[in-house]
C-alpha cells in the first residue's frame, strides 16, 4: 500500500543522507523524496512516499525516530492531509487538431502550457499523486512524449 511518512529533521550537512541510508540499509524502497526548509530555517520537512504494509512502516518509523537528526516522524496517509504533485511535460503536437484535445486536457486538470515552440509544449500539471498518473496515462496514448519531470509528493496535515 503506498504510504507517505512526514519527517522533521535537522537542516544541516549530513541529517538527509542518515535517513536515505537507513532506507538503503533495510532495502526499503523510496518511491519519491521532497525536502526543504520549514517555516524554522533550521528545520527540513521531508516528505517520502513509500510502499509497504501498516508493519513495515512502523519499523520505518520507529528506526527513524533513533536516528539523532530527526525531531518526528508522522505516517499521514491515513490522517486527513493535504498532498501535491508537480508534473512538468514536453510534448511534440504534429496536427492542430491535437492541440484543441490538450486544451480540453488542461481544462479538465487545470493544467497550463508553460512555454512552446516549433510543435513542441511545456506543460504543468499539480494534484495529487492519482491526477498526475491519471493524466499521464491519458497523455502517452495521443502525444508523443519528449521528456518529463516530476517534483514527487509533498504534504501537509490538515489539523
Known amino acids: 500500500m503506498r504510504r507517505i511518512l512526514s519527517i522533521l529533521l535537522e537542516n544541516e550537512s549530513g541529517a538527509l543522507s542518515r535517513?536515505?541510508?537507513?532506507?538503503?540499509?533495510?532495502?526499503?524502497n523510496i518511491d519519491s523524496l521532497t525536502v526543504?526548509?520549514?517555516?524554522?530555517n533550521k528545520i527540513s520537512r521531508l516528505t517520502i512516499q513509500t510502499f509497504g504494509n501498516k508493519k513495515t512502516i512502523e519499523q520505518i518509523e520507529k528506526q527513524l525516530q533513533k536516528l539523532i537528526d530527526v525531531h518526528?516522524?508522522?505516517?499521514?496517509?491515513?490522517k486527513s492531509y493535504i498532498e501535491r504533485e508537480i508534473l512538468l511535460?514536453?510534448?511534440?503536437?504534429?496536427?492542430?487538431?491535437?492541440?484543441?484535445e490538450i486544451n480540453q486536457l488542461l481544462d479538465i486538470y487545470q493544467g497550463i502550457i508553460i512555454?512552446?515552440?516549433?510543435?513542441?509544449y511545456i506543460i504543468q500539471i499539480s494534484g495529487?499523486?492519482?491526477i498526475v498518473d491519471s493524466f499521464l496515462k491519458i497523455i502517452k496514448k495521443s502525444f508523443k512524449i519528449i521528456e518529463l519531470s516530476r517534483s514527487g509528493v509533498i504534504s501537509i496535515n490538515c489539523h
Open 115 to 120: 512555454d512552446c515552440s516549433s510543435k513542441k
Open 89 to 100: 511535460i514536453r510534448i511534440k503536437i504534429h496536427e492542430f487538431k491535437k492541440l484543441h
Open 19 to 28: 535517513v536515505i541510508g537507513l532506507f538503503s540499509q533495510r532495502g526499503y
Open 72 to 78: 518526528q516522524v508522522i505516517e499521514i496517509t491515513n
Open 36 to 40: 526543504a526548509p520549514t517555516e524554522n
Open 128 to 130: 495529487t499523486n492519482h
